[in-house]
Structure formats: C-alpha cells, structure tokens
C-alpha cells in the first residue's frame, strides 16, 4: 500500500473507539473526582454539595473534606518601620537636643538620662545604635512589640520625635563598643561555640553574623555587649514562645526556638560581662 492510501475504514474506527475510551476515563475520574468524592466528603463533615464541589474546582477556599476551623485572631504587624531614604534623613538629620527634652520628659524614670538603668529587667539604652532604636521604639508605639509602660509612652509622638530620641541614646553605631570590651564572663566552649559558629544540627547560625562587629545582620540588629543578662535572656525566652514576635522574617523566633533554657540563660551572662 502507498503512503497516499486512505486509511482503512477498520483503522478509523478502532482509532475513533480509542479516542472516545480516553475521552470517557477522563470524564469519569474528573466526575469522581470534582463531583461525588467532594460530595460524599463534604456531607460527612457536614458540607453542602454545592460548597463541596467549589472547593474541589478551587472556586472557594477550603477542603472540600473538613469544615475550614474557625480562626477569630486580630492581625498584627510584624513592624511598620520600612527604611527608606525618608527615614534615614530623619535619623541622619535627628535633633538630638529634642530627644534629650523627650527623654527627660518620658524615658527618665526607668532608663535614666544616660541610658544606663540600673535595673536588669529594663534593657540599657548606652551603647545601642539608633537603628536598633527606632526600630524598637517604633515597634512600641504601632503595636507590633507590645508592652503596658512604653506603648502608652509613645502613642502620641511622630517619627520624626521617635528618631530625635532614638539619636539621643543611640550615639553608637553597632558592635561598636564590642573591640573594647573586656574578657565576657566564662560560660563554657559549648556557649561560645555557638556564639562564634553556630549548632548546623539544629539549624542555629552563629550569634555574630548578626550581632558581632561589622556583622551582615539588617541595620536595626542591637548590640548585645553589655546588656543586662536578666533582659536578654527574658527577650530570648519570649522570642521563643511567640510573646515577641517583632523579628522581621521571624529571624529572632526561629533561632530562639531551638535554643535550650539553660543555653538562653548562658547566653545572657557571656554578652552581659565587659
């Protein structure tokens, strides 16, 4: 037979039985599967069928196999502080004569005008960079950090007084103070191994490739040395749990999340000791 035959008659129909058993297979698997699965399911978890079906096609949200669980939590923002030219001119350019004004008006009582409370629960303020600040302070007043003393401080104050406070106590640049520090307190190999390296185990990267000087870490990262031992170890500890959950990339509260109790209290003491 030549190429320019026609295909036989016997030919063209199987081809055509072919082409209509494919067609059927495929009609009934999506009928199962967009129609009577979704159905059958969706009754057993008390779904109407019309509801049940639309999930499956992805016309409304949900599964068609169980009732979506009810969920009633306000959102929340992870922070509001976006750093862009705006605010680096009003950090750059911050009125450190107003935020003294401001500190002496609001911050005086716990934090001291120099930054330097004497209080170990209440962080120091003395060494910290006015990114780390900012951040912080701006934090408080959208909600994103929530404390019952210093949101009610600062609801009232604009950025531009948040900056000139936050250049007031943040006369460092981060890390700055860590080449002059002393020998920290001696808290083990292990402790400073994780400092200085990390636990790839656990999937926990080293602390000074965020906090130690001149550090990749995002510009508002703090400086830890010589903090208080009492603040950071309650900070990692909230971080932990989800109390804290101003981390941008939750960077703070995957970290914190694998660290032992007696590693987050030993961490505290080697940054605390100057």
Same mark, same amino acid.
């Given at each position: 037979m030549s190429t320019s035959d026609p295909i036989p008659r016997q030919d063209a129909a199987w081809r055509l039985w072919g082409i209509a058993g494919v067609v059927g297979f495929l009609a009934l698997g999506a009928l199962l599967g967009f129609i009577v699965l979704p159905v059958v399911q969706g009754a057993a978890a008390g779904i109407d069928a019309y509801t049940a079906i639309c999930r499956a096609f992805g016309v409304l949200p949900g599964s068609p196999a169980r009732s979506t669980p009810p969920y009633d939590s306000e959102a929340k923002p992870v922070t509001r502080v976006s750093w862009d030219m705006k605010t680096f001119g009003e950090l750059y350019g911050a009125d450190r004569a107003n935020g003294e004004r401001i500190a002496a008006e609001r911050c005086i009582a716990c934090h001291t005008l120099e930054g330097n409370t004497p209080d170990p629960s209440i962080p120091r303020n003395l060494g910290q960079s006015r990114f780390a600040l900012y951040k912080q302070l701006h934090d408080y007043k959208s909600g994103a950090r929530a404390n019952d003393v210093m949101s009610p401080l600062l609801a009232d104050l604009d950025n531009k007084s948040i900056a000139d406070l936050a250049a007031y106590y943040g006369t460092l640049v981060r890390g700055?103070?860590?080449?002059?520090?002393?020998?920290?307190?001696?808290? *083990?190999?292990? +402790? /400073?191994?994780?400092?200085?390296? @990390?636990?790839? %185990?656990?999937?926990?990267?080293?602390?000074?490739?965020?906090?130690?000087?001149?550090? *990749?870490?995002? +510009? /508002?990262?703090?400086?830890?040395? @010589?903090?208080? %031992?009492?603040?950071?170890?309650?900070?990692?500890?909230?971080?932990?749990?989800?109390?804290?959950?101003?981390?941008?990339?939750?960077?703070?509260?995957?970290?914190?999340?694998?660290?032992?109790?007696?590693e987050m209290k030993l961490l505290g003491i080697y940054y605390s000791g100057r």
């Open positions: 700055a103070i860590d080449p002059h520090r002393t020998s920290p307190f001696f808290v *083990g190999s292990a +402790i /400073e191994n994780l400092v200085a390296n @990390g636990d790839f %185990a656990r999937g926990i990267p080293p602390c000074v490739s965020c906090h130690g000087t001149r550090a *990749g870490g995002p +510009i /508002e990262t703090p400086t830890l040395t @010589g903090q208080y %031992a009492q603040y950071l170890e309650a900070q990692l500890a909230a971080f932990a749990t989800g109390q804290r959950a101003n981390d941008i990339y939750h960077r703070m509260r995957s970290v914190a999340s694998k660290l032992k109790p007696d």
